[in-house]
């Protein structure tokens, strides 16, 4: 499976892997391995069906490198219904919102590496890798009650969970964001809560030197430009409760 280098200096690496959907029915995932020097990270690794494949292009692109987190966005299980798997393979500790740890035990977590299942506060918090901090920061929401993303301050990429997805777009880098919005659009506005919320995050993230926004899903936003206009489309659409309280009447036959 093909992998993508968004950046690489020679010390720091950020890897998307982007072809290792579960096929047929399973909604497309991205994953994506931080590298620092000697350690290493991967983001939201996703679920039973890709997680061989995942684990062993990780342990690829590590080389050296050991695996010392394993970041989870929110508890979906496109993100973290193979984490057992992961925390039994490796040594890293696995990062989540404490809202949602002891309801991903229900996916199976073993009593042996329950304690390296980590809770991160509503208020999020840093990961070091390798002397780098990586804020993790909140995006409650967004859609999930208890949402992180990760920015990372070297490559200059905010990784943005559910946050920018999109579905069906035939490319990874996003080029023209106005045809872009078919893939995109509907999912947001169903997805997010509301647009109080994206304000709320807009705000907190247009101070951030950002080159790149990842999301979990589809293409990514590359520029300053197009990282601005997303941002800006963010904060300005109606989604989630804005839209879906009209809706709440009783079906009839």
Request: proline share 4%; charged share 20%; glycine share 6%.
């Given at each position: 499976m093909p992998n993508t280098i968004l950046y690489d200096d020679g010390t720091h690496r950020n890897v998307m892997l982007e072809d290792f959907d579960a096929g047929g029915f399973a909604v497309q995932a991205n994953q994506h391995v931080i590298v620092h020097g000697k350690e290493g990270m991967i983001l939201d690794p996703g679920g039973h069906k890709v997680y061989n494949r995942v684990l062993t292009a990780t342990f690829g692109i590590l080389g050296g490198a050991q695996l010392r987190h394993?970041?989870?966005?929110?508890?979906?299980?496109?993100?973290?219904?193979?984490?057992?798997?992961?925390?039994?393979?490796?040594?890293?500790?696995a990062h989540l919102s404490q809202l949602w740890t002891r309801f991903v035990a229900h996916f199976g977590l073993d009593h042996l590496v329950e304690d390296r299942l980590k809770a991160i506060p509503d208020s999020g918090k840093l990961l070091n890798l390798g002397g780098v901090n990586l804020p993790v920061i909140p995006a409650h929401f967004l859609h999930s009650e208890g949402n992180f993303q990760l920015y990372d301050p070297?490559?200059?990429?905010?990784?943005?969970g559910?946050?920018?997805?999109?579905?069906?777009?035939?490319?990874?880098?996003?080029?023209?964001?106005?045809?872009?919005l078919r893939y995109m659009e509907g999912f947001h506005r169903r997805i997010m809560a509301s647009n109080r919320v994206m304000v709320a995050w807009a705000n907190m993230v247009s101070p951030l030197d950002i080159e790149m926004i990842v999301p979990q899903h589809g293409a990514y936003f590359k520029g300053k430009d197009m990282v601005d206009r997303f941002i800006r489309w963010c904060s300005g659409l109606q989604c989630g409760v804005d839209l879906i309280v009209p809706t709440f009447k009783l079906p009839v036959a």
């Open positions: 394993i970041f989870l966005s929110h508890q979906d299980p496109d993100i973290v219904a193979a984490v057992n798997g992961w925390l039994m393979t490796t040594d890293a500790d070297v490559s200059k990429i905010l990784y943005t559910d946050l920018g997805a999109s579905l069906g777009a035939p490319y990874l880098q996003v080029e023209d964001f106005d045809q872009h």
